[in-house]
C-alpha cells in the first residue's frame, strides 16, 4: 500500500470529455508533483506544486490544468484531450520541494492510467 | 536531453543469482536516487546516495557511485522472484534542483 492515493485507477474518455485526477497524501509533505509516463520509459515531470504554489510547469500543454486546493490534495483536469496523452499519471510528494531539500525522496501513488478514445 | 541512460535495458536471471544495473548521467549532481516500480504500479524509492558518498548499503542492496565518470551502479544479491520489476535511477540536478531526471529503465526478470 502506498501513502499517496490517486483516483481513478483507470480512466477511459473520449477527446471532447471534462475529467479530473485526484491525488492525496495525509504525510504532512509540501511538495507534490505530476509526471507522465507512457509504457516502457521514465517518468517525465510535468508539473511541481510547492507550499500550494505552482512552482515548476514543464511547459505542458494547457489542456492539462493541475489544482492545488489544500496542502494534502493535487488535482489534474483533464480537457479536449488527445490519443498521445494516453499513459499513466503519476502523482508523487516529498517533504520539501528538491530544490530546499535535494536528499529526500518521492513518495509516489500508483497512477491513473488514462485512456483517450 | 538531460535524461540518464540504464544499462541494460532488460535482464533476466535466475534466483539466488546477483543482478546488476548501471546508470549513467550527464549533468553535476546533489545526489543520485534508486526507484523500483512493479508493473502497473507507482514507483518505490529504494535508496538515495549523496554525491560525496562512494558506497551504500541497504538490506540486499549495495549501490555505488563514481561523481568522475558520472555513472552508478545497482547491484541486488541473491536475487528473489518478487525483486521482478523495472529499475530507474534518478539524479537530482545541482543547478536546477526542483526536478528528479529519471534514468531511461532496466527491466529486470527474475525466475524461481
Known amino acids: 500500500d502506498t501513502e499517496v492515493t490517486q483516483t481513478p485507477k483507470h480512466l477511459v474518455m473520449g477527446m471532447t470529455n471534462k475529467k479530473s485526477l485526484k491525488c492525496e497524501q495525509h504525510m504532512g509533505h509540501r511538495a507534490m508533483y505530476w509526471y507522465k509516463q507512457k509504457a516502457k520509459k521514465p517518468p517525465e515531470l510535468m508539473f511541481v506544486?510547492?507550499?500550494?504554489?505552482?512552482?515548476i510547469n514543464e511547459s505542458v500543454p494547457s489542456r492539462f490544468s493541475p489544482e492545488c486546493p489544500n496542502s494534502s490534495l493535487l488535482n489534474l483536469h483533464l480537457h479536449a484531450l488527445q490519443p498521445e496523452d494516453s499513459a499513466l499519471y503519476l502523482c508523487?510528494?516529498?517533504?520539501?520541494?528538491?530544490?530546499?531539500?535535494?536528499?529526500?525522496?518521492?513518495?509516489f501513488g500508483d497512477g491513473t492510467r488514462l485512456s483517450i478514445l | 536531453s538531460q535524461q540518464g541512460e540504464e544499462d541494460p535495458q532488460a535482464l533476466s536471471i535466475q534466483e539466488g543469482e546477483n543482478a546488476t544495473m548501471n546508470c549513467s548521467y550527464k549533468t553535476s549532481i546533489n545526489n543520485l536516487q534508486w526507484y523500483r516500480q512493479n508493473s502497473g504500479r507507482g514507483l518505490v524509492h529504494l535508496i538515495l546516495i549523496r554525491s560525496n558518498e562512494r558506497e551504500k548499503h541497504s538490506g540486499r542492496l549495495r549501490v555505488t557511485l563514481d561523481t568522475s565518470k558520472k555513472s552508478s551502479s545497482l547491484l541486488i544479491t541473491a536475487s528473489r522472484a518478487a525483486d521482478t520489476a523495472s529499475y530507474f535511477c534518478a539524479t537530482n540536478d545541482k543547478y536546477n534542483t526542483d526536478k528528479l531526471i529519471f534514468g531511461t529503465g532496466t527491466r529486470l526478470q527474475v525466475f524461481p
Open positions: 508523487a510528494s516529498s517533504q520539501d520541494r528538491q530544490g530546499v531539500n535535494s536528499n529526500q525522496p518521492q513518495h
Open positions: 506544486y510547492s507550499y500550494e504554489k505552482l512552482s
